[in-house]
């Protein structure tokens, strides 16, 4: 269990969002790989923080894996966009997909990493089908695009959630990854990768926090994981 690698993927739309060049560079210094950037489209949620064309100039200064997470009304359009560009993984959410299968089978066929995202109190069950075919299963931990009320908190049942589906993963004998999003913080982090997290995106409460330096930000991040992975042995043993 030792073994298992939890990435850490730096959400974007937290760092400075005036100087994203700078931010970049400062990432991929601490030698992470992954860059988590939000698709927003100001219906789903009301939000929008990058656009289409700052992920295409993204692109031309960094060879990160970017990790794009659609939060949209109108999946196919932005999925196409994203596929223009050429980014690694392309999470959509299900709540606002007509046409599931042809949305996977779209980013399948461009050999990009297919993810399905869910909000915060929407069931496993809708991933009954789906979970054989993607790569991830994005979950939401707090509404999307809220990050800005900083009032928000966690949902009671994240542990839970990610729990019920990292147990749903191994029944079916699959090797799904499972992301976490929203309010993913040093006090949360242990109980996520212990639950059975493999990707956490990392915002202002951890990677991001104010008052110390990203290295310093990314050492505590790791020690957490270090936490959570060693309760995770702790929790599948004893199973």
Sequence with gaps: ??????????????????????????IEKEGLDTLHIDIIDG??????????????QLRKITDMKFDVHIMANNNEFFIQEMLNIGVEQISFHLETSTHIDRYIQLIKKSDTKVGVAI?????????????????????????PGFATDKNEKQVSYAVKKVEDLNRLIKEKGLHTKIEVDGRVSLETIPGLVGAGADILVAGTTSLFMKGQSLAENKKIVEQRISEGLEKEETYHGSI
């Design 119 to 143: 909000n915060p109190a929407t069931p496993l069950s809708v991933l009954e089908y789906v979970l054989p075919q993607v790569d991830t299963v994005l979950l939401m931990l707090i509404n």
């Design 43 to 56: 219906a789903f949620s009301p939000s929008m923080p990058l656009g289409i064309d700052t992920v295409k």
């Design 1 to 26: 269990m030792q073994n298992k690698e939890v990435v850490i993927a730096p959400s974007i739309m937290c760092a400075d969002l005036c100087n994203l060049e700078k931010s970049v560079r400062e």
